[in-house]
C-alpha cells in the first residue's frame, strides 16, 4: 500500500444561489447549486489536538492518544458550525526503510501429498486538494496520524481493531462524544463541527474510512474509500495462498506495520511487531483470527455511512476483488452508494479526471454533510471507464445488463502442464495460439459483436497436481490488438483548484494516461492454494496425481472486449509476481471438460 451552526445559520452564511436556486442556474430543477467559495482561505483557523481514545495499544497504562491537525474556517470561530472532511493516515511522518520477507523462493515441498524514517509530522500543513477546495467552501478539514504514527500514540497493527477504534475516536470527539486535548493538556471541543463527517483516502487512508464505518459510529455520514481494501486477508493472502501486492513481493502486515512505525520511542511497540509477524502466518496462508480482525465485511451490517467507492480498474496493488466484495456486501444491506471504476492504477482520481471528480465529490459532500440536494443521488449509481478517456454510466454495477454465463474451457482428455515460476504471467498469457509446457491456454470464438463482462468471474477446475507448488493461477485474457492503458504521466501545466498559502499553492500538475496498441491483455487473474479447496481457514493436503474440483474467484473488473477478439483463460501455477515461488518442476493435469469459467456477460 505504499505508494485526508445550525442549518439557518448555514444558509445565511452561504451565498444565496445555495439557499434558493433561480430557474436559469445551470443545475437541475429541484436541486441546490451548492456550497460556494465564499470563506477567505488565507484567514482559516490551523490547530492541532490529541484526542483520547478507548484504547491502549502501547501498553503504557494510559489511554493512546491521536494526534489532529485541523484547517476550518475563521466564521467557526463566530458561530458558524461547519461540517467535516476527515482523511486518517499512517503516512504523514513518511516510511521507514524495512526490507521484505526473503522468503518467496521456498526451498522445501509444500507438502502436497498425504503421505530509515523521515521527521515526524510537526506543522499543521494539509497536502493535496482537500484543503484548497473545500475549506472556502464552508468545510473543515482534518487530518489524524492513525495509531503509531506521527505524533499519534499506540502501535500500527496493519488494519487492527486499535487502528480502527483510534480512527473512531476522531469522529466521537467531533460529536462531542471524546476528549481531547492542546499541547498545554487544556481540553479542547469541537464546538465549531456539525458532527457531520465524511471520510476519505486513497489506499491505507481509503481502508480507514472502510474500518470505521464499518463500527457503525453516528456521525460519520459517508465515507469515500479510494482503492481501500475491504479485508486484509485478501490483500496478503488469496484462498489459503500466501501472495503479495503487486510490485511488494515479500511484504506482509508486520512489514507494513514496521514501516509506518514513525511514533516517538518506537521501540515501545516491539512486542506488538514481533506478534504480527508470528500471527500473520506466512507458512499455511490460512484465514484465521487474526484474519478475521482485519476483515471489515463480518460488520458491514453495521454500515450507516453513505459510500462513494472508487477504484482502478488496473490496481495491482490493492486489487479490485477489494472493491468488487465490498460493493456486493454493501449492495445487499441497502446501503447508499455511488461507484467509479477508473482505467489507472493505485491512484486518486484526482490525477485522471480532475474536473468531473471535483464536480462529483462536490455534489456528494454537499448532500450529504450541508443536506443539500444537488440531485448527485438521482444521477447513475456507476461510472466505469471502459476503455481510456471512454467513461459509462449505468443505474448500477455489476451493469443490470450482464447476465450470468457459464463457459466450458474444452473437451478431449486430460491436459498437462508443468509448473516454471521463473517465467511471469505477461510472458505464459502471450502467443496464445502456440503450444507451451508451462501452462495450457484455452480459447473462445472469435466475438460477433461487442461484449462487455462486468463483476467478479469465478472458475473451477478439474486437476491433478504433483510436485512442490500448491498454487493454481487462473488468468483472464482479451486477445486481440487494441489501444490500452499503460500507465500515466506528469505533465508541466498545472491547475489551480482553489486558493492557497505560501508552501501551499492549491495548484496541481495535471497528469495523461499512457496508452499502447498490445496483441493482448490480461483483465484479471485470481490465485488458490489447493490445499485450502476445502475452506480458506484449513490446510488439507492433496494427495499427488488425485484430481479434485477447485473452485476460486478472479479479481473484480469490468472490460470491453472488441467484436474479432477472443476471450481466453490461461492456467498456470506460480504466479511469479504475486505468489511464494517453489522449486520448478510441479505438474498439473487438468481436465477442461469438466472445468468451466463463470461470468457476467452484457
Known amino acids: 500500500?505504499?505508494?485526508?451552526?445550525?442549518?439557518?445559520?448555514?444558509?445565511?452564511?452561504?451565498?444565496?444561489?445555495?439557499?434558493?436556486?433561480?430557474?436559469s442556474e445551470k443545475h437541475p430543477p429541484g436541486t441546490q447549486a451548492g456550497t460556494q467559495p465564499v470563506h477567505d482561505y488565507a484567514q482559516a483557523i490551523r490547530e492541532r489536538v490529541w484526542v483520547q481514545t478507548g484504547v491502549d495499544s502501547d501498553f503504557d497504562g494510559k489511554p493512546d492518544r491521536v494526534a489532529v491537525r485541523i484547517i476550518r474556517p475563521a466564521a467557526s470561530d463566530a458561530g458558524l458550525r461547519v461540517p467535516v472532511i476527515f482523511q486518517a493516515s499512517p503516512y504523514y511522518a513518511g516510511l521507514n526503510d524495512v526490507p521484505n520477507h526473503d522468503d518467496v523462493d521456498r526451498s522445501g515441498a509444500a507438502g502436497l501429498t498425504a503421505t530509515g524514517t523521515t521527521d515526524r509530522a510537526e506543522t499543521i500543513t494539509f497536502a493535496g486538494y482537500l484543503d484548497n477546495y473545500f475549506v472556502p467552501r464552508g468545510y473543515a478539514v482534518v487530518f489524524a496520524d492513525s495509531l503509531g504514527s506521527g505524533g499519534s500514540d499506540g502501535c500500527p497493527t496493519s488494519g487492527g481493531r486499535n487502528e480502527t477504534l483510534g480512527m473512531k475516536a476522531v469522529v466521537d470527539w467531533l460529536n462531542g462524544r471524546a476528549r481531547a486535548f492542546a499541547e498545554d493538556g487544556t481540553p479542547r471541543r469541537a464546538d465549531w463541527s456539525t458532527g457531520r463527517t465524511g471520510m476519505i483516502g486513497v489506499s491505507y487512508n481509503g481502508t480507514l474510512p472502510n474500518a470505521v464505518a464499518a463500527t457503525g459510529v453516528k456521525g460519520l455520514e459517508t465515507i469515500v474509500p479510494i482503492a481501500g481494501i475491504s479485508s486484509w486477508y485478501d490483500y496478503y493472502r488469496a484462498n489459503g495462498g500466501v501472495v503479495a501486492p503487486g510490485g511488494y513481493q515479500g511484504e506482509d502486515t508486520d512489514v507494513l506495520a514496521r514501516a509506518v512505525l514513525t511514533r516517538a520511542n518506537p521501540e515501545v511497540c516491539a512486542g506488538v511487531m514481533d506478534e504480527i509477524e508470528r500471527a500473520q502466518d506466512r507458512e499455511t496462508g490460512d484465514y484465521s483470527a487474526f484474519w478475521a480482525e482485519r476483515n471489515y465485511l463480518r460488520d458491514v451490517d453495521k454500515v450507516r455511512a453513505s459510500v462513494f467507492l472508487v477504484h482502478g480498474l488496473h490496481d495491482d496493488n490493492v486489487r479490485t476483488l477489494q472493491a468488487g466484495q465490498w460493493w456486493d456486501a454493501l449492495a445487499a444491506h441497502h446501503v447508499p452508494r455511488k461507484i467509479w471504476l477508473h482505467q489507472a492504477g493505485h491512484t486518486d482520481p484526482f490525477n485522471i479526471r480532475r474536473d468531473a471528480w471535483l464536480?462529483?465529490?462536490?455534489?456528494?459532500?454537499?448532500y450529504w454533510l450541508y443536506?443539500?440536494?444537488?440531485?448527485?443521488?438521482r444521477q447513475p449509481m456507476a461510472d466505469v471507464e471502459v476503455a481510456p478517456n471512454q467513461w459509462r454510466t449505468a443505474a448500477t454495477w455489476p451493469i443490470p445488463a450482464s447476465r450470468p454465463v457459464s463457459l466450458r474451457l474444452g473437451q478431449g482428455p486430460r491436459q498437462t502442464f508443468v509448473d516454471n515460476p521463473a517465467r511471469t504471467a505477461e510472458d505464459l498469457a502471450a502467443n496464445e495460439t502456440v503450444s507451451d509446457p508451462n501452462r495450457l491456454t484455452y480459447l473462445f470464438a472469435p466475438l460477433t459483436r461487442e461484449t462487455r463482462i462486468s463483476g467478479t468471474p469465478e472458475i473451477t477446475v478439474r486437476a491433478d497436481l504433483a510436485g512442490d507448488s500448491p498454487y493454481l493461477t487462473?488468468?483472464?485474457?482479451?486477445?486481440?490488438?487494441?489501444?490500452?492503458?499503460?500507465g500515466t504521466r506528469?505533465?508541466?501545466?498545472?491547475?489551480?483548484?482553489?486558493?492557497?498559502?505560501?508552501?501551499?499553492?492549491?495548484c496541481f500538475n495535471r497528469r495523461e494516461y499512457v496508452t499502447a496498441t498490445t496483441p493482448y491483455e490480461i483483465v484479471t487473474r485470481g490465485w488458490l492454494d489447493v490445499r485450502n479447496r476445502l475452506s480458506p481457514a484449513r490446510s488439507v493436503p492433496v494427495v499427488g496425481g488425485k484430481p479434485y474440483t477447485f473452485r476460486w474467484k478472479l479479481q473484480s473488473t469490468d472490460h470491453v472486449f472488441a467484436p474479432g477478439h477472443r476471450i481466453g483463460v490461461v492456467l498456470i501455477s506460480t504466479e511469479r509476481d504475486h505468489t511464494l515461488r517453489y522449486p520448478a518442476g510441479t505438474t498439473v493435469g487438468v481436465r477442461p471438460g469438466l472445468s468451466r469459467l463463470e461470468l457476467r456477460l452484457a
Open 359 to 366: 464536480t462529483a465529490l462536490h455534489q456528494w459532500f454537499d
Open 490 to 506: 506528469t505533465l508541466t501545466v498545472q491547475d489551480c483548484v482553489g486558493p492557497g498559502v505560501e508552501g501551499d499553492p492549491g
Open 474 to 486: 487462473a488468468l483472464l485474457v482479451d486477445y486481440g490488438p487494441a489501444e490500452r492503458y499503460a
Open 1 to 23: 500500500m505504499r505508494i485526508v451552526a445550525s442549518l439557518a445559520v448555514v444558509a445565511v452564511l452561504l451565498t444565496p444561489a445555495a439557499a434558493a436556486a433561480a430557474p
Open 371 to 377: 443536506r443539500i440536494d444537488t440531485g448527485v443521488m
